[in-house]
């Protein structure tokens, strides 16, 4: 008897699409390659999508098995090769106005968005605790009262030993905002209606 495939990522997360609206404008912290995005835009059909991500190689060890360090052997020329990757990759999309690339630190592209200007926010950045809780409390002032701040790779482990869940529990315990699930490895918040 053959073992079933494991889910692919655009599975796992494919609950959690299905609870973005559709027509709605949001944001992506953490691009890579494009891949999720692309998801994004054919689930969900968003009125703007922002796409934030440095793109930028870290040499650090404390980095080493992650996608933009040790396992970016090309190093910034790779980084730069993905982003140019993901300008293509959208070009039609950047074209019609639907999606906009924004090369850069979350923290300073967040900053730069209106309060309330988004109805959903997707975390999948840098995934240390520090960058993953400045993320989230960023994110839930970006969002439109009863929007959703979500993210990827809840749990524990990885080379971000464990980040994501300690930041998520906390905004959780805090009760800034009400968490509505975690499945999957995926988790979303919704932000006080008022």
Request: hydrophobic share 40%; aromatic share 8%.
């Amino acid at each position: 008897m053959t073992q079933p495939m494991p889910p692919t990522d655009a599975e796992r997360r494919r609950f959690l699409l299905e609870m973005l609206p559709p027509k709605s404008v949001g944001a992506e912290i953490g691009v890579h390659l494009g891949d999720f995005s692309e998801v994004i835009l054919d689930v969900t059909a968003p009125e703007h999508l922002h796409l934030i991500d440095p793109w930028r190689y870290q040499p650090s060890s404390e980095y080493e098995h992650a996608l933009y360090g040790g396992r970016a052997e090309g190093g910034q020329r790779e980084m730069d090769e993905r982003h140019a990757g993901v300008l293509t990759r959208f070009a039609e999309a950047i074209h019609a106005g639907q999606v906009t690339v924004h090369r850069g630190e979350s923290v300073d592209i967040l900053s730069a968005l209106p309060d309330g200007s988004l109805d959903w926010v997707y975390v999948d950045g840098n995934h240390t605790y520090e960058f993953v809780a400045q993320d989230l409390r960023l994110s839930l002032a970006k969002v439109k009262p009863g929007g959703l701040v979500t993210g990827d790779d809840y749990g524990e482990g990885g080379w971000w030993e464990g980040g994501v869940k300690q930041a998520v529990d906390e905004l959780a315990a805090d009760g800034a905002a009400q968490l509505l699930l975690i499945r999957n490895g995926q988790f979303a918040f919704e932000t006080p209606h008022t």
